[in-house]
């Protein structure tokens, strides 16, 4: 079982960049795809992007591509979420998520039900 621990939120300005940060410990990381989702209050949880186990592919829901970047480094067990050009309405709960991966299959999900564990997440507010 895998545990995640999200870090890097904060308060920007909009139009500024900000990296976040998840750390994975307890699973083998390599064998879990990755994804980020965000959550502002009375709102579902927003896909943002998915990394697949090896990293070789990523998928990013409309708002984000182009403006954030999904990344995985296996060997330190953790995931990155870069974002660009932030806006206001980027302001939320970023979570990190894993699904555990099959041998068979090197892709990303998009669907929150799709993955097992999820971090306690990091606060993003971008003010005007």
């Known amino acids: 079982q895998v545990q995640l621990v999200e870090s890097g939120g904060g308060l920007v300005q909009a139009g500024t960049s900000l990296r976040l940060s998840c750390a994975a410990s307890?699973?083998?990381?390599?064998?879990?795809?990755m994804g980020w989702f965000r959550q502002t209050p009375g709102r579902e949880r927003e896909f943002v992007a998915s990394?697949?186990?090896?990293?070789?592919?990523?998928y990013y829901e409309d708002f984000a591509s182009g403006r954030f970047t999904i990344s995985r480094d296996n060997a330190k067990n953790a995931l990155y979420l870069q974002m660009g050009n932030l806006k206001p309405e980027d302001t939320a709960i970023y979570y990190c998520?894993?699904?555990?991966?099959?041998?068979?299959?090197?892709?990303?999900?998009?669907?929150?039900?799709?993955?097992?564990?999820w971090g306690q997440g990091t606060q993003v507010t971008v003010s005007s």
């Open positions: 990394v697949s186990r090896s990293g070789a592919s990523a």
């Open positions: 307890g699973g083998t990381f390599s064998s879990y795809a």
């Open positions: 998520a894993a699904r555990a991966g099959t041998a068979w299959y090197d892709g990303y999900y998009l669907k929150s039900d799709d993955y097992n564990y």
